[in-house]
């Protein structure tokens, strides 16, 4: 699983950080980190998280 | 189940599509929408498509390769609950095991004075709303906004920015009444500041017209508002009528039990505005929330549940958020401010424009609203939705 996000569309909302904290979160400038493969145990998480994105930055592939 | 159907075309009813698939269901799967457009995001409506920053084709979701029949353009009128059809358009019926109610909001009627008729008063709810907002806006110089909620405000933003002069007016002491009077206050510093002219206290009392055309707003206590454009921005209402002789239980939302199922319905489950769904963040009672991430996410656990045996539905229990872009600041809320009894300063400063309340009921935290302080809400919406006691908060 690859998990990618288009920071043009990032509004740092956190929806990703409150569903997935163990994938993603935001910086001390508010800017999105986040682990590119993480592992397959949180794929719901991450699948969850991509679907509540209010601004649809983050993709799932594999 | 052969046959779901998903009455409502938007976030919620596209998530729930998604979901039904991605859970397996692989029978026939309707998605009925009485927009002629495919499913497409919303709160760019009154913030960057009419800032101009995005277009109505940037709004679009992507549907990826989702396999459902699309009925878009066609109403829902009714719901047989015996025969278990959907009435199309008063007309066709549609037949269902499986029924997914998703049929949102629409912008609220103005509650005031009878509006003039005049080719100048535009609602914002809509894509084609915004659309002739947005082609109106282009020569209009006056924008007048009846209500100063959020969407009146963030039109207020974005119309500003687009250099029109703006007015908004509200019954209310202050706008953005949701956040209280301490934020509201803020808030009206904010529009002030960027010179949109607030008239807070009154409302309108009459209309001046010159044909079809209308050129000034009349408020109680006197003034005259010169106009050549009338936002009505005055709250959103759940579209239930269609379900008005169903048998369904309407609050006016859809009466719901804690996983989303119709109150004394089979197979029949709601998501997003029009579902009221009990909240143990208020003690059980029931919540409607009209909130974009409240789509998604209930329209997800709904969709899981209906594919689930009784005894493996979840509860929804997720924590409210919305957010409102006004001038450059990103105004987020999470939890039930508005049911606190007490708030607090969290982070930074108020005077700074970069803070977090905190509101609590009781001993509980139950709400934070940030103004231009992404990082912190994460932490803080875990916490309201553990309970997390005030005295207890890990702060960050």
């Known amino acids: ?62 | 189940m052969k046959r779901i159907v998903v009455v409502g075309a938007s976030l919620a009813g596209l998530r729930a599509a998604q979901t039904l698939r991605a859970n397996g269901f692989d029978g026939r799967l309707v998605l009925i929408g009485d927009e002629p457009h495919p499913p497409y995001s919303r709160p760019p409506l009154s913030k960057q498509l009419l800032a101009g920053t995005m277009t109505a084709g940037d709004c679009a979701f992507e549907l990826g390769d989702l396999d459902a029949e699309w009925m878009l353009g066609v109403a829902a009128t009714g719901l047989d609950l015996d025969r278990r059809e959907v009435i199309l358009d008063a007309r066709e019926r549609c037949a269902f095991d499986g029924l997914l109610i998703a049929t949102g909001c629409s912008a609220r009627p103005w509650p005031g004075v009878p509006l003039p008729p005049s080719r100048d008063v535009y609602f914002l709810r809509k894509l084609d709303d915004a659309l002739g907002l947005i082609e109106a806006a282009s020569t209009a110089r006056h924008v007048v906004i009846l209500g100063g909620g959020f969407i009146g405000c963030e039109a207020a933003a974005a119309l500003q920015g687009i250099g029109r002069e703006v007015a908004i007016v509200d019954i209310a002491p202050y706008p953005m009444t949701a956040l209280g009077a301490e934020l509201g206050a803020v808030c009206a510093e904010l529009h002030t500041e960027h010179g949109v002219a607030l008239h807070l206290g009154v409302t309108a009392e009459s209309f001046e017209l010159r044909g079809d055309r209308i050129t000034a707003v009349r408020l109680t206590n006197g003034t005259r508002l010169p106009a050549d454009l009338l936002l009505v921005a005055t709250g959103a209402q759940p579209n239930t009528a269609w379900l008005r002789d169903s048998g369904l239980t309407l609050d006016p939302g859809v009466v719901c039990d804690a996983t989303c199922r119709a109150v004394g319905a089979e197979a029949i489950f709601c998501a997003g505005d029009v579902a009221s769904v009990p909240s143990s963040l208020v003690g059980g009672e029931p919540l409607r929330i009209e909130h974009w991430t409240n789509a998604a996410e209930q329209a997800i656990l709904a969709a899981a549940n209906m594919l689930a045996p009784e005894g493996d539905r979840m509860p929804y229990e997720a924590v409210p958020y919305f957010w409102s872009d006004q001038y450059g600041i990103k105004i987020q809320s999470a939890g039930l401010p508005s049911a606190a009894d007490r708030q607090f300063l969290l982070e930074g400063s108020v005077e700074g424009r970069k803070f977090i309340i905190g509101f609590s009921r009781g001993p509980h935290l139950i709400g934070v609203v940030g103004f231009g302080l992404p990082r912190h809400m994460p932490s803080y919406r875990r916490q309201i939705a553990a309970q997390a006691r005030v005295a207890e908060l890990v702060r960050s």
């Open chain 1, 1 to 62: 699983m690859k998990v990618k996000v288009d920071l043009q569309l990032c509004e740092s909302h956190g929806e990703c950080c409150f569903v997935a904290p163990e994938v993603f979160t935001l910086d001390d400038n508010d800017e999105l980190v986040w682990t590119e493969e993480p592992e397959e145990a949180l794929r719901a998480k991450v699948v969850q998280a991509a679907a509540v994105c209010p601004t649809r930055a983050i993709t799932v592939e594999g």
